[in-house]
């Protein structure tokens, strides 16, 4: 099985189970005591099998699904079969590790769901086709419009510090899939300048 349908399908399956069990739930979520007092570092990564809801659920694993299958093979081809779990892990850890640091301390915050490592996939997939159409909420688009648009407005809501969605992953998320796709392959970069120059959609 693919990579991208088996980082889906245990996903899909452990959050479903989480849905309705509570300690689950609590083993799994990003705590942050738990990891500076216990030593729990397996949250860091687990936190992105448990999600807050399905729409929530269904949102990340769409998105996953179309952009991941893409990035599989880029990633297959650059570091072998498990290139593409390597990137997606790092991604997870990655986009959270800011949020951890931040409240390490705060015994009441809470973060899950996959949202900062799928951002890396969704910003990988951009540098390598910069002018693709994606629908965004029944709407076509160019991919690198809609990351200017969701970077600009996940900038703005991290500043703003209100709702309970962690932006700051989102951002870390994005900026950690660009850099980790330039550095494994430099080469990614004068593709992607030239293909800005060159739009079509």
Not at 37 to 52: D, I, K, S, W
Not at 165 to 179: F, I, K, P, Q, T
Request: charged share 10%.
């Amino acid at each position: 099985m693919p990579i991208t349908l088996s980082i889906l399908a245990i996903t899909c399956i452990v959050s479903f189970v989480a849905f309705s069990n509570p300690r689950l739930m609590n083993d799994l979520i990003l705590w942050p005591p738990a990891i500076s007092r216990q030593r729990e570092y397996h949250r860091l990564v687990t936190y992105g099998l448990v999600h807050a809801d399905f729409g929530h659920l269904l949102f990340n694993m769409i998105t996953l699904f179309f952009f991941g299958r893409v990035m599989e093979g880029f990633y297959a081809s650059q570091l072998g079969t498990f290139g593409f779990a390597l990137f997606y892990i790092g991604g997870l850890v990655v986009s959270i590790l800011p949020t951890y640091l931040k409240n390490r301390g705060n015994s009441s915050y809470r973060s899950l769901g996959a949202s900062g490592a799928v951002s890396a996939v969704l910003f990988g997939f951009v540098l390598l086709a910069p002018w693709s159409k994606i629908i965004v909420f029944v709407l076509p688009m160019p991919a690198i419009v809609y990351a200017v648009l969701y970077t600009g407005y996940s900038i703005y809501m991290d500043r703003r510090g209100q709702g309970s969605v962690n932006h700051s992953a989102h951002l870390w998320g994005a900026a950690y899939g660009v850099v980790f796709t330039l550095l494994v392959n430099p080469r990614v970069l004068p593709h992607f300048l030239g293909a800005l120059l060159q739009p079509g959609f």
